[in-house]
Nanobody, 122 residues
Framework: QLVESGGGSVQAGGSLRLSCAAS????????MAWFRQAPGKEREGVAA??????TTLYADSVKGRFTISRGRATVDLQMNSLEPEDTAMYYC???????????????????WGQGTQVTVSS
């Protein structure tokens, strides 16, 4: 079970930190990722991390602004320099174990949280 927290409203240029509780999966050989979906748009991958190796992937739109990391019992997404275009519902997701190379395609993820809303105002 994946449970997101940390969403909210912030002005452009501000920061938010999202957390995904998934204690038994954090350090296993699978990818855990953050996705987002804005109204009328497709779900897009933002960042992913392999639990065992710590390797990370980022969408070009967030490189240098967002950082994904593993905590003791959570996978976190630190979001800095937020822009109105970052406004969306953010979802935590996980692959099955040993799913091969990392990906930011939602088709590769099997488990999903309920989402947390992030709103960035200009």
């Amino acid at each position: 079970q994946l449970v997101e927290s940390g969403g909210g409203s912030v002005q452009a240029g501000g920061s938010l930190r999202l957390s995904c509780a998934a204690s038994s999966w954090i350090y296993t050989d699978r990818y855990m990722a953050w996705f987002r979906q804005a109204p009328g748009k497709e779900r897009e991958g933002v960042a992913a991390i392999n639990g065992a190796r710590g390797t990370t992937l980022y969408a070009d739109s967030v490189k240098g602004r967002f950082t994904i990391s593993r905590g003791r019992a959570t996978v976190d997404l630190q979001m800095n320099s937020l822009e109105p275009e970052d406004t969306a519902m953010y979802y935590c997701a996980a692959t099955r174990p040993y799913s091969g190379a990392g990906s930011l395609s939602p088709l590769n993820y099997n488990y999903w949280g309920q989402g947390t809303q992030v709103t960035v105002s200009s």
